[in-house]
Each structure stands twice: as C-alpha cells, then as structure tokens.
C-alpha cells in the first residue's frame, strides 16, 4: 500500500506561483494531479508518466508544470500564473500498474490518493 502526502497549498494572489508537492511512500507510476471546488466534480489537471511524459487540461496549459524526482519517489505541480478559476482542493493520484510510459487521465486509474491541499487565489 502506498501512502501520498501532499503539501505546499495556500492563499497567493492572482497572477502568482505556487508548487504542490506530493511524497509517495513507495514507487509509483503514472502520477495525475485533479482538483475539485466547491459544488463541482473533481477534474484532471494533469499528469506524468514515470518516464517523464506529461499532458495537461487545456486550460492549465502553458500555465501549470508536473514533474517528478523517481530518485525521492516526490512529484510536483508548479502552478504559475493562478487564477482565481484556479481555487479548488487539489489531490494527486498514483497508480501502481507498472506501465513506464502511460499517462492515466481518469480518476478510476489511480489506486492511491493524497488527502489533498487547498489552494486559493484571490482577485
């Protein structure tokens, strides 16, 4: 069983930077980022394989980056240029099927959830 731990969430203003971080306890696999706010469903952000490919939703492209360190078993999510859209909790995922180049984009592919970080931005 791997545990994910995220942090690095928080209040930033419009137009700011923020980097989640998400610690596995064990090796992952593809890793995905969601998020979900208030009274909506929880959405793909986006996501990384373990060999380094990522894809995002189109409207984080350009703005949101996710990498990982398989070394520290860590990945991460630079969020730049926040939004106030941008305001959800958001949750990386892990799967444990040992695929070195896939990317998951629905929620039913990862076996392992962090407990989520909030981010806020404000206008």
């Known amino acids: 069983q791997v545990q994910l731990v995220e942090s690095g969430g928080g209040l930033v203003q419009a137009g700011g930077s923020l980097r989640v971080s998400c610690a596995a306890s064990g090796r992952t696999y593809s890793i995905g980022w969601f998020r979900q706010a208030p009274e909506k469903e929880r959405e793909f952000v986006g996501a990384?394989?373990?060999?380094?490919?990522?894809d995002y939703t189109d409207s984080v492209k350009g703005r949101f980056t996710i990498s990982r360190d398989n070394t520290k078993n860590t990945a991460y999510l630079q969020m730049n240029s926040l939004k106030p859209e941008d305001t959800a909790v958001y949750y990386c995922?892990?799967?444990?099927?040992?695929?070195?180049?896939?990317?998951?984009?629905?929620?039913?592919?990862?076996?392992?959830w962090g407990q989520g970080t909030q981010v806020t931005v404000s206008s």
């Open positions: 990384i394989s373990w060999s380094g490919d990522t």
């Open positions: 995922a892990a799967s444990g099927r040992r695929y070195y180049t896939t990317i998951y984009y629905r929620a039913d592919d990862y076996g392992y």
